[in-house]
């Protein structure tokens, strides 16, 4: 898949029926399962952990995949329920300190099953979708048995009750994006407590771009405070403790430019934060969560075009997903990679025979010029994302653009092509 230019397996298949068949009969083998497609993501990333503060960055991506009534493909409902599709909830995890992305960890994907007749608020947590949340994260957290410390990242969607409360009893730290004006233990209300805070010192961060967002400076005012949450009254969550202490980091645009709408975070966090540059270091860790997004871009339309696939039943399309999943997390590493300003090892991405290969390649495009040398260390990954990018069509100059994911998914295209025949070099055809 990440040798080719898409995941449809005919165009995959270059035309070639037997090789759309091989492809088929993969994805159809009872031996080959979605779970331990998943269960094999963290790879690799278990040990880029060790030591460090993990940023544990989930999301939930609805995977539209085309159908007609005649042709359901076995997908259930995604959206306003006008489509069909799979839904994605991985994590992601990624070093605090410089951004670096160290793999994926753990995660779910699946399709719907009909509608529910019982109305959410009716429903246990573990009966619900947002389950999801708790489990991704109970499931990574014996891969980060050896990480310095973990801080599980959300959207507003994260904004779960049980989910601060397992995090605590798993000594994991949360921030997530509140949704919800939640109820507090003194019964005022969340969102109330927020604007009676004090405005504690103002600042300007740079906003990365997003698909319908240039990159933009913002000045936000700050506000923080401790908060105690009451427990929602609902007879599902009577185990959990009445209130949990966390601390509300406020950050608001001011005088924002005209035509956009301004920022605005309230982020929830099991941190203890006493300073305005404790509070800033949430805000900055929290801005690390852009990366789930562009992990999204480059597995579906920016990137590996998932969502084209014709993949013929639901539970092959899975398969699929999880297989695209690692895929895309890999381009990401090397784009990330590409300047060598953190020294990632290349283990991260490529196993002891693919490194083989590109020392091969590497010396070949050394060759070919006498004056572009690959500047980086050849246990890093910059050095595979160099050569990675020079296969892609990037000419290899410091003063050239640098690559991009599409130039990073060209040079996997025919790394992997290559890496192939490579493979089978000591092999003997009678």
Known sequence: MVAGKDVCLRRLAKGVRAQEVRFNRFLGNSKVTTARVIESWSEGTVTAAEGRHVLAIQDTSEINFATTAQRRRGLGEIG????????LHPMLAVDAQSGNCLGLLHGEIWTRKGRRTVSHDQRALSDKESQRWISTALAAKPRLAKAAMVTMLGDRESDIFALYASALEEQFHVIARSMHDRKLADASGLYAASEAMPIIEQRAIVLPARAQRAERAARLDLRFGAVKLARPQTKFLRHLPKSLSLTLVDVREVEPQAGIEPLHWRLLTTHPVTTAEEAWRIVEWYKRRWLI?????????????LEDSQVGTAERLLKLVA????????????VQARDGRDHQPIQVAFDAEEVATLAAFN??????????RNPHPPDSLAWAAWIVGRLGGWDGYPSSKPPGPITMKHGLEYFHAAAAGWSLRHVCMP
């Open 80 to 87: 306003h329920g006008n489509t069909r599709g799979v839904l």
């Open 293 to 305: 997004e562009q992990f999204f871009r480059i597995l579906k339309t920016q990137g590996f075009k």
């Open 323 to 334: 297989i695209a999943a690692k895929a895309a997390i890999i381009t990401l590493q090397l």
């Open 363 to 372: 010396r070949n495009l050394e060759a070919q010029s006498k004056r572009l």
